[in-house]
């Protein structure tokens, strides 16, 4: 493995909301949230294509974020803040911010091949780890552990473009929130001031609609927070990895024939989405690269609107549900494996979304769903086609290529509406490199002789 030139850091700055703007906060976090007190962090790369000089990038971006972020996280404090976790079920874990509280966000500037980074055939999945900031240390105390949840870092790439990397802790929030997150700091960087958002945005709602202390309690024993001082520790992405990620795209008429194909030789499906077809081939052309039997495919679900009653749109944190499809590898593989994957993946869906009792009712914990233990192969579904990402634009246009870096820590495929066309599908793929190989050969075979 070849070596990789070093990342230079030019400066590196906490940023904190403007004085006496927040005060101190707490934000109360719930069983949505405490599934993912000892997942990895998220990790998001946009990338921005710029004939710029070093001089301009520090004369004028790196000004422009250092005035901007501060005032959204005026608005979206928790970004701010830090993870609070207790020793106890009997206290619940909480975001907070205390005044001071700030972002560590870093400017560097790499001279790795900005083109090869926003490519989307196989790239060493290392390359992308010299671009995204990590979480600060956790300061574990008697009483709780704190652990911050945001950090940024914005990468120069000479006369070629930047990227913005941003890691966040998953009790943060969903993609719904970082999304509505960054399109306030977007809209903030391009006007120079909180005018438009004051005018035209939508504030986060930090209400706490969802109580159910009887899942909160199991959830917090599920994930041992009693131990949690003792065992935690923060993953972390680093080289060197034979793993490599690729991105694939689903346009909308090869899209649009994969439902048709579902629709003629399953006419009894409830559910059949350009989402679920397009999960639904990727499921199956992974499962053949897989040695594991038995295989698990998982797709979040975002419950906001389907809360009885709903909650606002603007709900700060994580608000998912999951539907789950599970299958031996050996019945996933070829046209009937196709078949197979869409219609275990839309009857989950279409039961979970049709269910009267809601879609948060007494959940069962993992031990309960799998009696016998959790499948070795896990595929988990990150984004979603319906936020557009690609619009963020910081007045820069819109990003060249976005990449969920975070797709590394297990097996799963990211999933974005395209730049171009928002009906195309953006399937973001991490491998290791003779599973690759072997992906992309069923892929392409797939859709040849499929449709």
Partial sequence: MASFPITAVLEQTNLSPPAATVGDRVLPLNFFDFLWLRQPPIHNLFFYELSITQTHFIENIIPNLKHSLPITLQYFFPFAGNLIVFPSCTQKPEIRYVEGDSVVVTFAESNLNFNELIANHPRDCELFYHLI??????????????????????????????????????????????????????????????????????????????????????????????????????????????????????AQTVVNRLKNLVSTQLPTLAYVSSFTVACAYIWSCIAKTSKDELQLFSLAIDCRARMNPAIPKAYFGNCVGWCLAMENSTQLTGKEGFLTAAKLIGESLHETLTDKEGIVKDIAILDDLFPNGIPTSILGVAGTPKLKFYDMDFGWGKPKKIEAVSIDYGRSVSMNACKENNEDLEIGISLPTTEMESFINTYAYGLEAYI
């Avoid at 709780?144 to 070629?160: A, D, E, M």
């Avoid at 990397?165 to 999304?179: P, S, Y």
């Avoid at 009887?214 to 024993?221: G, M």
């Fill in 133 to 250: 900031p990590q979480l600060g240390e956790p300061d574990k105390t008697s009483d709780f552990t704190k652990i911050p949840v945001f950090s940024v870092q914005v990468t120069f790439f000479p006369n070629c473009g930047i990227s913005i990397g941003m890691t966040n802790h998953h009790c943060l929030g969903d993609a719904t929130t970082r999304f509505s997150f960054l399109k306030t700091w977007t809209s903030i960087a391009q006007s120079g001031s909180d005018e438009s958002f004051l005018a035209n945005g939508t504030f986060p709602s930090y209400d706490r609609p969802i109580r159910n202390p009887k899942l909160d309690e199991s959830y917090l024993k599920f994930m041992k927070v009693e131990n949690f001082k003792e065992e935690f520790q923060l993953p972390k992405l680093c080289g060197p990895t034979n793993k490599v990620r690729a991105t694939f795209i689903l």
